[in-house]
Each structure stands twice: as C-alpha cells, then as structure tokens.
C-alpha cells in the first residue's frame, strides 16, 4: 500500500473506529420515553428522526437504576470538574464558548499547536487568537492533569496544527470552512435538545438553583418560567456551581477578566453572557461538543497525519462545557455521538442527507481537499515520526524518539479516561459491570 492509498485507508479506518466506537448506544436498548420533537423551527425533521435513535437511550435513564446511578455520578462528576479546573482551562473554555465556524477552525487547532499563549486578558470577543491552551500545555498539566499521557502526541503534530490554524492561504482556508459549514447542517442539534428530558425527571426540582427560573434575574414585564428549560444545565441545578461564578473565586485562582463575564455577569449584559443564554436552552446533548467534534472529525479526515491530536483537542474542547458549569459529562458524550453519526452519513452519502447544501459532492471534495493539502503543506503533512524511516530506524529507537510501550499504554488509557469521564467513574450492579462503569 502506497502513498494516496495509505491516506484513503488511513482515513476509513479513522470514520470506522471512531463512528463504531461512539455512535453505538451506552445502555440497553429499551422502550424510549418519547419520539423526536420536530416543532422547532428550522429543523429538518427527516434528519432529526435518523439521528434520534443513536441517543434514544438517553431518554430512558431515570426508569432504572442502573441510569438512575448514571445521572447522579453526571452530576457530581461536573461539579469536581468545575470546582479543580486550572485556570488555563477556564480561559480557554470562555474562547471556546464562540462556535462562528471559522472559530471552531481555530480552536480546534489553535488548542494543539505551537502559537504562542494570550498573556493578558482578551479586550472582547472579536480578539479570535486568544488561546489559553496550546501544545506545551498538554505537557505540562496547566490543560488539565489526565490529559499529561496525550501530551507528546499532541507535540509531535504541533507545527503541523499551526499552520493550520494561522497559515493557510486564503482559499485553501474557505474550502475547509465550506465543507465544514456543511458537516455542520447535518446533525439536527436544536431538535434532540427538546426531545430528552431525563435531568428534569430525575433530579430534584426543589433544590434547583435561582438560575431554574426564567428570567433570572427577574424583568419586570415578564412572568418566570420553572423550569426554565425540560433539562436544566448544571447551574441551574447545583448550588455548588452557581454559588461560585469565577468572579467569586479567590484572586489566585481568578481566570481573565473576560473569561469572568463571559461565563456570568449579574448586569445589564446577564442575557449575553453563557449562564445568562443558556438559562431557557435544554442541556442534553451539547450543542458546542457537537459542533466541536463534527470539526475535530472533519479535520482528522481531512489530515490523518494529526488525526490523534484532533481527537485530543476534541475532548478539551468538550471539557471546556463541564469547566464552565454549563453542560454534564454526559451531554458531551451525546453531543460525539451525534457529531460522529452525522459526519458518517454525509460521508457515506446516505440519500436521506443529499439535499443538504453541498452535500453531492462532499466526500469526493473532501478527498480532494485532503490531497491539495498534503501537497501544499510539504513536509509538515509527513506522518509522525517520518524521519525515521528507513535506516534511521535503529538511530530513533536508540535515541527514545518513539514513545516506548508503557507511554503508548499510558497515553491509550488516558484518551478512554477522558472520552469516557472513566476517571470519576464507578461500578454499579454487576450485570451494569459487564457492559460499562458509569460516570
């Protein structure tokens, strides 16, 4: 297997494993407690009711106990999440909270790569390079202890992944942005949101948070709705995140000024900032971690050379949710799942996706995009470790420039962790054990 051939495999087997490994159902199938909602405007109903049975388990989590221990480890697994994030990480999550699709290019990048850090605090939104997190921070622990293991794979692609961040010309970066914007329309996000309903069914209403009620705060002129949502978010429900907004931390542990009124400003800018937006918006799946692995995935096709490291970023990127206060554990799982099966479809070319714009020629100009790269890029696309092939093999092993076994071990563990919040997980009942942990 030769050259292009090597890519085009390299890149079924990332879409096989990956879609396998996500879009198959985290619990027992059974009975589901309601169909899809297509009442929402603008959803593409024939697509939503294709979508809704890779999460229709989901729905069923508070009828057993099994689910039921599920969505209490969610609960307390955010909330440790949320109060141990570095400050890096809350930085980084108030500039992943932009999801304009040339952002998400950035980030998702930017977040691996070799650009150097912001310094100070970002003047507002529109300062698109603001990074918290780059490819050093995976080294050194400021992006998060378990990601420690994954930090020299997310080295060895960094030039690669700033270039691609901040170095394409001009039309080579629309045409990424094209079959992203595409990738994007399919997964039917706003339609599974008003479908599920289990955080409200199980979790105790009473002990919501003022954030449940909407508006919070209170207008005059508008009568408060509670709940605000059919399945509050974390803040809504936990006192132990809404009582601490990252303005209220000690002055050590404080993130930018701007990473502070993005996640929570009790003034006239409250409906602008995350907590404030998404007070009426329902939490399962997440809508960011969706957008976020549809770009990862896209990006790892189109440049398997750095696909680990796109996976990596994904799962930080996803994290940035849980670190804000705004989603569970499990709304990001979902939210890959559906990002996973959707980018499968347009892939695949199932007719039920064809009218999407764009949607004819998208594998092949995915394809394509992918070789125009590879050539433009030169030796920066070379797959990891290229340098030691042939005779330098020996020279390599010598010098510990590939990653020995246990670090291979090491890193493969830490990426299940992190994908799977395994890390905070424990077994329930034993027929739960033999077919996952929850988390």
């Known amino acids: 297997m030769k050259g292009p051939d090597v890519h085009r495999f390299n890149r079924r087997q990332l879409l096989c494993t990956t879609a396998l490994a996500f879009a198959?159902?985290?619990?027992?199938?059974?009975?589901?407690?309601?169909?899809?909602?297509?009442?929402?405007?603008?959803?593409?109903?024939?697509?939503?009711?294709?979508?809704?049975?890779v999460l229709q388990s989901f729905a069923n989590l508070p009828s057993?106990?099994?689910?039921?221990?599920?969505?209490?480890?969610?609960?307390?697994?955010?909330?440790?999440?949320?109060?141990?994030?570095?400050?890096?990480?809350?930085?980084?999550?108030?500039?992943?909270?932009?999801?304009?699709?040339?952002?998400?290019?950035?980030?998702?990048?930017?977040?691996?790569?070799?650009?150097?850090?912001?310094?100070?605090?970002?003047?507002?939104?529109?300062?698109?390079?603001a990074l918290a997190i780059n490819a050093s921070s995976f080294q050194n622990g400021s992006a998060g202890a378990a990601f420690v293991p994954l930090g020299a794979g997310v080295a060895s692609s960094a030039n690669l992944a700033s270039t691609m961040a901040n170095g394409l010309p001009t039309t080579v970066n629309n045409n990424i942005l094209s079959l992203l914007s595409t990738a994007l329309s399919a997964p039917q996000i706003e339609a599974m949101k008003v479908s599920f309903g289990s955080y409200n069914a199980w979790y105790n209403l009473g002990q919501a948070t003022p954030f449940a009620t909407y508006p919070y705060p209170s207008q005059p002129g508008t009568t408060p709705t509670f709940p605000a949502s059919q399945d509050l978010r974390p803040y809504q429900i936990s006192a132990a995140i809404a009582n601490t907004p990252w303005s209220a931390l000690p002055a050590s542990q404080q993130p930018w000024s701007f990473a502070q009124v993005t996640q929570w400003n009790a003034g006239p800018s409250a409906s602008s900032t995350e907590w404030g937006q998404n007070e009426n918006s329902p939490s399962f799946p997440s809508g960011h971690s969706t957008m976020g692995n549809t770009t990862a995935l896209l990006n790892?096709?189109?440049?398997?050379?750095?696909?680990?490291?796109?996976?990596?970023?994904?799962?930080?990127?996803?994290?940035?949710?849980?670190?804000?206060?705004?989603?569970?554990?499990?709304?990001?799982?979902?939210?890959?799942?559906?990002?996973?099966?959707?980018?499968?479809?347009?892939?695949?070319?199932?007719?039920?996706?064809?009218?999407?714009?764009?949607?004819?020629?998208?594998?092949?100009?995915?394809?394509?995009?992918?070789?125009?790269?590879?050539?433009?890029?030169?030796?920066?696309?070379?797959?990891?470790?290229?340098q030691c092939a042939g005779s330098n093999v020996a020279s390599c092993i010598a010098q510990g420039t590939f990653p020995s076994a246990s670090q291979r071990t090491a890193a493969n563990q830490a990426y299940v962790t992190l994908t799977t919040y395994r890390a905070r997980c424990r077994p329930t009942a034993p027929t739960w054990r033999r077919r996952t942990r929850t988390c």
Do not use: K
């Open 24 to 53: 198959l159902p985290l619990l027992a199938a059974g009975p589901a407690s309601a169909q899809v909602n297509c009442s929402v405007s603008g959803v593409n109903c024939t697509l939503a009711q294709d979508q809704y049975p």
């Open 300 to 386: 790892a096709i189109l440049m398997p050379q750095a696909y680990q490291s796109q996976m990596v970023s994904a799962l930080q990127f996803g994290l940035s949710r849980n670190v804000l206060g705004v989603h569970y554990p499990l709304d990001i799982i979902g939210g890959r799942i559906l990002a996973y099966y959707s980018l499968t479809q347009l892939l695949s070319g199932n007719p039920l996706y064809a009218n999407l714009p764009g949607a004819a020629t998208f594998a092949t100009n995915v394809s394509n995009l992918s070789t125009e790269l590879r050539r433009g890029l030169g030796a920066l696309a070379a797959v990891p470790y290229a």
């Open 64 to 129: 057993t106990a099994a689910g039921q221990a599920l969505l209490n480890n969610t609960l307390s697994t955010v909330i440790n999440i949320y109060q141990n994030a570095t400050t890096a990480q809350r930085n980084q999550a108030s500039v992943n909270a932009n999801t304009e699709t040339s952002r998400l290019q950035y980030h998702l990048w930017g977040m691996i790569s070799g650009l150097p850090l912001t310094t100070s605090s970002p003047a507002g939104p529109d300062q698109l390079t």
